[in-house]
């Protein structure tokens, strides 16, 4: 698990220090069923922007449950709405304290909500433009 979560502080420590204004990275725990989280940021600017996908995104057999979505709620995602069809989560991150929380949130996102398991591998996809 921390090998996991340290993955995701080095890729989140890329997309704020490396590359230009349109770097993300994505975390796939389950590509064949579309389950991802991904943050966008750039150089020199604290905020990040967050995506977890939601049933916009999802076949009918993998959509997410009552439960799954009000666990969604209790890790502190904002909600599909009219303007955003994904889960969505906005931080400011300028310490490594910070990034860690962060990628502790994350990783609960992808065990507790998207069901990976403590030994699978995290596909990281970074992107820096």
């Not at 579309?34 to 990040?48: C, H, I, M, T």
């Amino acid at each position: 698990m921390q090998a996991i979560i340290d993955q995701i502080v080095a890729a989140l420590e890329q997309i704020q220090t490396a590359g230009g204004t349109g770097n993300f990275v994505i975390f796939d725990v389950d590509v064949q069923k579309n389950y991802y989280v991904q943050a966008s940021g750039q150089p020199n600017d604290p905020g990040l922007v967050i995506e977890a996908v939601s049933n916009e995104y999802l076949a009918a057999a993998d959509r997410l449950s009552e439960a799954q979505e009000d666990q969604m709620a209790f890790l502190g995602w904002d909600a599909p709405d009219g303007q955003q069809v994904n889960y969505t989560l906005e931080a400011n991150v300028e310490t490594t304290a910070q990034r860690q929380q962060l990628a502790e949130k994350i990783y609960a996102t992808l065990s507790e909500v998207y069901g990976m398991q403590p030994n699978e591998e995290l596909e990281i996809n970074l992107v820096l433009e």
